[in-house]
């Protein structure tokens, strides 16, 4: 909700941003060379005890022109705030060169357990909400003393604090807000990850994200000895076939006698939690943002590889349970942080007409922290700013989803059709079927890599769509455009002749076929997701399936907003594995993070759309 100045009109017009690239919070990128950051900054590090007497390493930026005072801008990252060294200077500072050249006091700090703090490090530290004393530190009380001490420390500040951060530290902006110091005005959480069991990062729906957990905690979980400068080594897998690498390694817990070596104490721990249970629910950060004070931008892609459900769920929550918030929430076409750096004109083989990125770092992070904590210019940012897919424009809403909307059911049908009608009668079985093989588990992209591209999420599905364990349906051509925004509901009705299952359901825009158009032909992926089936009914106590028996297996697919063009057709595929992206599910009912190399089997699985059990996708349509 926004409760300041209201909306009297949004500028649509793309400005130009200045040239060079933007400083992320995922990776340093370099900036124009006309502004060099020792020029005009100085920098000065500390060790800054916490309530518990840890000690947390943070570099401070001050503007060399001390005749004003400045907002303080701080990032707190588990990846480094190097270089280290009072005369080492990052190459560029905050979220983008406009904030850079502006002025603030910029903070950077290892988080505990990382780099040169020290401390023990746990993943997505669990905020206490019960604290007995100084011991029970956490991400919240960190930051709280961070604060205070930079109040009490920096010279030349305002008095007002802001925190941003992509991913992981866009994780700790969230965190930020659970308990949040009186100072702190301004907060935007970037790609936050808001559950790491239940849709960000490591798993989606119970289905466990391979090649990204791996080769992320292969190198970020490495042991450390004490506080030192730099942190692991990319894992070199030998070969650009990831396919291959992954199922010659054969099961999950192979991974830690060929390459892990029990090294890796962060692998064990969620090799040791497959199931939603207390570990994972305790790191849940939307279940704590009950008393939001500052001003909140969260910020997702629509394409985001390693966070698309973190942005919507922690923006939902501050909106439920903080009505007099100023919250607001913004989407665009992006990949993992691609809004920070580049020109967002286009993601794989999807182009977007216009350069996104630049246009939310001049039109809407820059206005956003300069309203906050400097008190300049107007703030008109409506409550869901969000760029339309397949139409390629920016949209404005007053709540997300938007309430103009009516729901609307996709219905498979014989022969691969999709409709609007739900089936009648059938001729023939009332069912498609396929053999699901999880030694040739269906390729999640159709090219070669070892890593989880983030280009998957925009890519061809045509590969697929070929293949006899993929079943397709499709709609006849569309006479107008259809426009879906917000949460995608799955409703299958599915067997198997094993007791569990993995399926996944894509939905995609099937671009027409002309001769004039690169993306001619085009199935564009425009939301794909896993459901592990013993998880159906719920996610701490999974259930086998009864061989062959027809069962429910509802689910909800992360909010998209996209409008399939008049002449093209609406396009869902049903399978039952995504390799490697997703790990291979043995097909029977046992611990899959236990399982050995023989436990896995082929198993027939079947899709039913009869009048009785009718598998469909449910879909907000927006209202003309």
Request: proline letters at 7%.
């Amino acid at each position: 909700m926004r409760t300041t100045k209201p909306i009297f009109g949004l500028l649509f017009i793309l400005l130009l941003a200045t040239t060079g690239l933007i400083q992320s919070s995922v990776a340093q990128q370099a900036t124009p060379d006309r502004f060099e950051v020792k020029a005009h900054y100085l920098k000065n590090e500390y060790q800054l005890a916490m309530r518990d007497g840890t000690k947390l390493f943070t570099s401070v930026y001050l503007p060399r022109d001390q005749t004003r005072k400045y907002p303080i801008m701080m990032l707190r990252t588990p990846y480094s705030v190097a270089p280290y060294g009072a005369n080492s200077y990052r190459s560029s500072l905050g979220p983008s060169d406009l904030l850079m050249k502006e002025g603030f006091i910029f903070v950077y700090q290892d988080v505990r357990g990382r780099n040169m703090s020290e401390g023990d490090f746990n993943w997505m530290n669990p905020f206490k909400p019960a604290k007995r004393g100084p011991s029970d530190a956490d991400e919240s009380t960190d930051t709280w003393d961070t604060i205070e001490w930079l109040l009490k420390n920096i010279p030349n500040h305002n008095g007002r604090v802001g925190m941003w951060g992509i991913s992981y530290p866009g994780h700790y902006a969230a965190q930020a807000l659970i308990d949040p110091h009186p100072a702190l005005k301004a907060v935007s959480p970037q790609a936050p990850m808001a559950d790491n069991w239940l849709g960000d990062d490591m798993h989606h729906n119970g289905a466990f994200f391979l090649p990204h957990a791996f080769n992320f905690i292969i190198s970020f979980g490495r042991p450390r000895s004490g506080p030192e400068q730099q942190q692991g080594q990319r894992f070199d897998h030998g070969t650009n076939d990831g396919y291959r690498f992954f199922l010659e390694m054969g099961s999950l817990a192979n991974a830690n006698k060929l390459y892990m070596k029990d090294e890796i104490r962060l692998w064990n721990e969620w090799m040791e939690h497959g199931d939603y249970d207390e570990y994972w629910q305790k790191q849940n950060v939307p279940q704590h943002l009950k008393k939001v004070t500052p001003a909140v931008m969260t910020v997702g892609g629509w394409f985001d590889a390693e966070d698309v459900y973190g942005p919507v769920a922690v923006y939902s929550a501050i909106e439920k349970n903080n009505p007099k918030a100023w919250n607001v929430l913004v989407q665009g076409p992006w990949c993992h942080g691609c809004w920070s750096r580049g020109t967002g004109e286009r993601l794989g083989g999807a182009a977007f007409g216009s350069s996104t990125s630049e246009f939310y770092r001049v039109n809407i992070e820059y206005p956003f922290f300069m309203h906050f904590l400097k008190e300049k210019g107007e703030m008109k940012l409506p409550e869901a700013y969000v760029f339309e897919t397949g139409s390629n424009v920016w949209k404005a809403y007053t709540s997300w989803p938007p309430v103009n909307t009516s729901e609307k059911s996709l219905f498979f049908h014989e022969k691969g059709r999709l409709s609007f009608d739900a089936p009648a009668r059938v001729s023939g079985p009332a069912y498609d079927e396929y053999l699901s093989d999880p030694n040739k588990p269906v390729p999640y992209l159709n090219e070669l890599t070892s890593m989880m591209k983030y280009e998957y999420m925009t890519s061809d599905q045509r590969f697929a769509a070929t293949r006899p364990d993929v079943l397709v349906y499709q709609t006849e051509v569309l006479t107008e455009d259809v426009t879906v925004v917000g949460p995608i509901k799955v409703n299958l009705f599915a067997s198997t002749s094993g007791t569990d299952s993995d399926f996944v359901v894509k939905l995609i825009d099937l671009y027409p076929t002309r001769t004039v158009d690169p993306m001619d032909g085009y199935q564009m992926l425009i939301r794909g997701e896993p459901m592990r089936a013993k998880y159906r009914k719920s996610w701490s106590r999974p259930e086998p399936l009864k061989a062959n028996a027809i069962t429910s297996i509802p689910f909800t697919m992360p909010d998209i907003n996209h409008t399939f063009r008049k002449g093209h057709r609406i396009m869902i595929h049903v399978q039952s594995s995504w390799f490697p992206l997703v790990d291979r599910n043995p097909q029977q009912f046992l611990n899959i993070y236990q399982a050995k190399d023989d436990d896995f089997q082929k198993a027939i699985q079947k899709i039913y759309r009869s009048p009785r059990f009718s598998s469909n996708l449910t879909i907000k349509v927006l209202s003309k």
